[in-house]
């Protein structure tokens, strides 16, 4: 397959969220995702001019690749042998950091912007945790989630 064809692969899966997929699928699709951020910024910037506009643009690319992103991150935690629950592990984080942040502004003291530092902090921890499962290799052979993704595309038992 082209980086073309892994990059469009979450598209054509877009919400399987079972089976397996191989690391140049999800970072391909991850650099397509950033590139039409990049473009759909800079078309929210032209359109608006300098206004505060919302960003129609920017919205719908990330409306259009969320989906996809959460079930290809799902899939590639799978190809871990992981649950591919842990998708939710952001968003879940995201909830409670802002819930930190409205009590932490809520309560007005130190300890409030103490602990909205720790929940940032802990927040970073996770995407860097994250990021380093998208890029370690899947399990050799099949696992609880499928056949292995490199040997079905070989035709072979791939070694990683």
Known sequence: MSPIDYALTPFRKFAT?????RRSEFWWFYLLTIIG??????????????????????????LITFIPLLAAMARRFHDR????????????????????????????GGGGMAS???????????FVFMLV????????GPNRFGDDPKASEHGHAAAY
């Open 17 to 21: 969220f079972s089976g397996r997929a």
């Open 37 to 62: 951020s990049v473009v759909a910024n800079l078309i929210d910037a032209t359109i608006s001019g300098g206004d505060a506009s919302p960003p129609y643009v920017s919205l719908l690319w990330t």
């Open 81 to 108: 042998d992981m649950t591919g629950l842990w998708v939710l592990a952001p968003v879940l984080g995201g909830i409670g950091l802002g819930v930190l942040m409205v009590t932490g502004f809520a309560s007005g």
């Open 116 to 126: 909205i530092g720790i929940g940032v902090l802990l927040l970073l921890a996770l």
């Open 133 to 140: 499962v998208m890029a370690l290799p899947g399990t050799n």
